[in-house]
């Protein structure tokens, strides 16, 4: 194989994963463009190794271990919020990326730009329409706004509130001029009035409301 084969290969791996990439980068994701280029052209490189080093069943050996060293990557990806995972798509752009950089590596050039054509498509193609999906299934949250009597850290708080609601959501915080918070949240309707109940036993807690209409009124002098 010559070097300019070689480094045809490396760029057209690097231009296809880039193109996938850049949608990812785009959605503000962990692993973006230079991630995802990074991979396919790693991909590539092994590709490459595996035919100049090996020759036999060991080439295609040391393409299968690519698929398991990028599902490695791919699971760094992943991660959990509340009771939503989150990361999926990314880690299947990964993996994806992979066999466009394998596919680039070994010299099968149309194989690599279709399959990178048909994962653009449906990164791009397929995002208005999961979002529309996700408009319908969506389920309207009751608003909790909470005052807080110290505009302190609220990560325990929202723990707490977990245990009851692990969809539960921060909206947002501000600080007031005088020293007290609003952590304003959205809850299940269903558990609403589980959730207020509890923030409003916590002692930092000076009352809680639902913004439409009124839910819990503020508290008595010196109840905690």
């Not at 490396?10 to 193109?19: D, I, N, P, T, Y």
């Not at 959605?27 to 052209?41: E, F, I, P, Q």
């Not at 991909?43 to 080093?53: E, H, M, R, T």
């Amino acid at each position: 194989m010559s070097v300019i084969e070689i480094i045809g290969r490396l760029l057209l791996a690097a231009v296809c994963s880039a193109s996938i990439g850049f949608e990812r980068e785009a959605a503000r994701k962990s692993a973006g463009l230079r991630t995802h280029t990074l991979v396919g052209v790693g991909a590539a490189s092994f590709s490459i190794v595996s035919i100049i080093g090996f020759e036999g069943p060991d080439q295609s050996r040391l393409a299968a271990q690519i698929v398991t060293g990028v599902g490695f990557l791919g699971a760094g990806a992943i991660f959990r919020e509340g009771a939503n995972v989150k990361g999926l798509t990314t880690a299947a752009g990964l993996w994806a990326v992979a066999s466009v950089g394998v596919a680039a590596g070994s010299g099968s050039y149309p194989l690599a730009i279709i399959t990178t054509i048909v994962i653009a498509g449906v990164l791009y193609s397929l995002q208005a329409a999961d979002k529309a999906l996700a408009r319908r299934t969506d389920v309207a949250k009751d608003r909790l706004e909470v005052t807080l009597s110290e505009a302190g850290d609220v990560g325990d708080l929202m723990k707490f509130c977990r245990r009851t609601d692990p969809a539960i959501e921060q909206m947002s915080f501000r600080r007031l001029n005088d020293g007290r918070g609003v952590l304003t949240l959205a809850v299940d309707p269903k558990k609403t009035d589980m959730v207020g109940e509890m923030v409003a036993s916590q002692k930092r807690v000076e009352k809680v409301e639902r913004l439409s209409p009124l839910y819990w009124s503020q508290k008595e002098p010196g109840a905690h």
